[in-house]
């Protein structure tokens, strides 16, 4: 069983940065991705970012160029540098993290751009 705790959402101010963390609780040696999604009540959950055991990375088209995945291995950690935040990148930032067998989920952490 992996978990997964997300830290660094905040209230920013449209144009602003923030780095949203991922812990996971163990080292996973079947990984096949890692990435964060993001929801706003009433909405579905969509990808935002992804990267895989190999390093390849992939964005929603709403996030290129501004936010940017990245995972420490030797930590177990996995980040999500967010620049030039607009409002409409408000919304509950989940990590996921997918292995050969199983699935699993962060809690969320929110974002909160403000105009």
């Known amino acids: 069983q992996v978990q997964l705790v997300e830290s660094g959402g905040g209230l920013v101010q449209a144009g602003g940065s923030l780095r949203l963390s991922c812990a996971a609780s163990?080292?996973?040696?079947?990984?096949?991705?890692m990435g964060w999604y993001r929801q706003n009540e009433g909405k579905q959950r969509d990808l935002v970012a992804s990267?895989?055991?190999?390093?390849?990375?992939n964005y929603a088209d709403s996030v290129k160029g501004r936010f940017t995945v990245s995972r420490d291995n030797a930590k177990n950690m996995m980040y999500l540098q967010m620049n030039s935040l607009k409002p409409e990148d408000t919304a509950v930032y989940y990590c996921?993290?997918?292995?050969?067998?199983?699935?699993?989920w962060g809690q969320g952490t929110q974002v909160t751009v403000s105009s």
């Open positions: 163990t080292r996973v040696f079947s990984l096949v991705a």
């Open positions: 990267i895989t055991s190999g390093g390849t990375t």
């Open positions: 996921y993290l997918e292995t050969r067998r199983a699935d699993y």
